[in-house]
Nanobody, 129 residues
Framework: VELTESGGGEVQTGGSLRLSCKASGDTEATYCMGWFRRAAGKEYEGVAT??????TYADSVKDRFTISQDNAKENLYLQMDSLNPEDTAMYYC?????????????????????????WGQGTQVTVST
């Protein structure tokens, strides 16, 4: 599956942005989807993930960011509100294969970045003071 992000840009503190990620290729398969970010000089941070059980957010973005997906699961979104300079980073859309065990299915958490094997090229978000 190929992933293409869009929607990044520069906003002032307190502003909002909505990122989009379009999936193409093998969209018939079921994937776990998530948003990650990497600020300059820092490690990757899991921002939010979504699967059939619900959504998971990093503490740093909880109550400010909302991850969603269209019914066809071809588009993933990240609504970002109340942005602050600490949110400045390159934002990536990523996909993982679901895990199966004992009849249960679940998705890797935002902390399990290495489980996400398909990545987009990223979109830059810059929040100015």
């Amino acid at each position: 599956v190929e992933l293409t992000e869009s929607g990044g840009g520069e906003v002032q503190t307190g502003g909002s942005l909505r990122l989009s990620c379009k999936a193409s290729g093998d969209t018939e398969a079921t994937y776990c989807m998530g948003w990650f970010r990497r600020a300059a000089g820092k490690e990757y941070e899991g921002v939010a993930t979504i699967d059939s059980h619900g959504t998971t957010y990093a503490d740093s973005v909880k109550d400010r960011f909302t991850i969603s997906q269209d019914n066809a699961k071809e588009n993933l979104y990240l609504q970002m509100d109340s942005l602050n300079p600490e949110d400045t980073a390159m934002y990536y859309c990523a996909a993982a294969l679901p895990r199966h065990a004992g009849g249960a299915t679940w998705c890797p958490t935002p902390e399990e970045k290495d489980e996400y094997i398909f990545w987009g090229q990223g979109t830059q978000v810059t929040v100015s003071t």
